[in-house]
């Protein structure tokens, strides 16, 4: 009998879970949009670059076998930053001053060091491995939780931001079509595997109850998707109004973007 008793109390717990990790798939798609910008011109390095560039990315002309579904899901993501994402950051950037939420975004920054110090290590980086631990220890105690940076104000150390995709991108690893996720936004078959890979290294997902570390993540992914959104409002509305074809610049910039950092691991 106390098995039935408790059931509606395990019911609402998982509704409650789903639901938060829903909003905060949603929020955490504005990064994404907040990457629209016009096509860049190459640089003089590119010619010299094209043999690391993966297939299907060279002479910014991509393949796109998915596009129907990616053009329809696009759509589903500007109306989602419409109705939903932008609002809730204007309204957070009318209380909260700039400075207030840049400290908020390092300190978000500072708790994603896992992930950074993985993917440093698992590419032989190990001096930028070891700088973003000790940045870590020195912004999590000097820096006031990571609400400030004096690992790079005092001390000189930089960020090396890095992930598993950059990582299968650096040892050769083809990374499949691009790929428009709802909620999510813009990827690749390769950078979503690396961001199921970077998401299992979250230790609350080891350490708490399944339905309770899931609230936390969309906890933590919606204030940083929102304190994000809010320092771009107006980036993603320059794009929109002077790119002829915003899908296509998204995609450009979004596969450009990830093809310079992954140069930027060979230097």
């Known amino acids: 009998m106390r098995w039935k008793a408790d059931r509606p109390e395990k019911s609402r717990n998982t509704i409650l879970a789903l639901a938060a990790t829903?909003?905060?798939?949603?929020?955490?798609?504005?990064?994404?949009?907040?990457?629209?910008?016009?096509?860049?011109?190459?640089?003089p390095q590119a010619g010299?670059?094209?043999?690391?560039?993966?297939?299907?990315?060279?002479?910014?002309?991509?393949?796109?076998?998915?596009?129907?579904?990616?053009e329809a899901m696009f759509t589903f993501n500007l109306k989602l930053d419409d109705w939903?994402?932008?609002p809730i950051?204007?309204?957070?950037?009318?209380?909260?001053p700039e400075p207030v939420r840049k400290s908020v975004g390092r300190f978000f920054d500072n708790v994603s060091v896992i992930p950074r110090f993985a993917n440093n290590a698992f590419q032989l980086r190990f001096p930028?491995?070891?700088?973003?631990?000790a940045r870590f220890g020195i912004n999590s105690t000097l820096g006031l939780a990571g609400f400030f940076d004096p690992a790079d104000a005092w001390f000189g150390l930089k960020e090396h931001p890095d992930d598993f995709g950059l990582t299968l991108r650096h040892y050769?690893?083809?990374?499949?079509?691009?790929?428009m996720w709802p909620?999510?936004?813009?990827?690749?078959?390769?950078?979503?595997?690396?961001?199921?890979?970077?998401?299992?290294?979250?230790?609350?997902?080891?350490?708490?109850?399944?339905?309770?570390?899931?609230?936390?993540?969309?906890?933590?992914?919606?204030?940083?998707?929102v304190n994000y959104r809010s320092l771009h409002m107006e980036q993603f509305e320059e794009a929109d109004r002077y790119a002829v074809d915003l899908y296509g610049a998204v995609q450009d910039a979004y596969l450009e973007t990830r093809v310079h950092k992954t140069k930027e691991l060979e230097k």
């Open 48 to 70: 010299a670059a094209a043999a690391k560039t993966p297939p299907g990315e060279q002479g910014g002309v991509y393949s796109d076998p998915l596009a129907p579904f990616n």
């Open 84 to 86: 939903v994402i932008r």
């Open 183 to 225: 909620f999510f936004g813009p990827s690749t078959i390769g950078d979503t595997v690396g961001m199921i890979v970077d998401g299992a290294m979250n230790p609350m997902s080891y350490l708490l109850t399944w339905y309770i570390s899931l609230s936390a993540e969309a906890g933590w992914r919606v204030g940083d998707a």
């Open 89 to 96: 950051a204007k309204g957070y950037s009318f209380i909260a």
């Open 128 to 133: 930028e491995a070891g700088s973003e631990v």
């Open 22 to 43: 829903l909003l905060a798939g949603c929020l955490w798609s504005a990064p994404a949009f907040c990457q629209a910008q016009p096509k860049a011109a190459p640089s």
């Open 172 to 179: 050769g690893a083809p990374t499949g079509p691009y790929v």
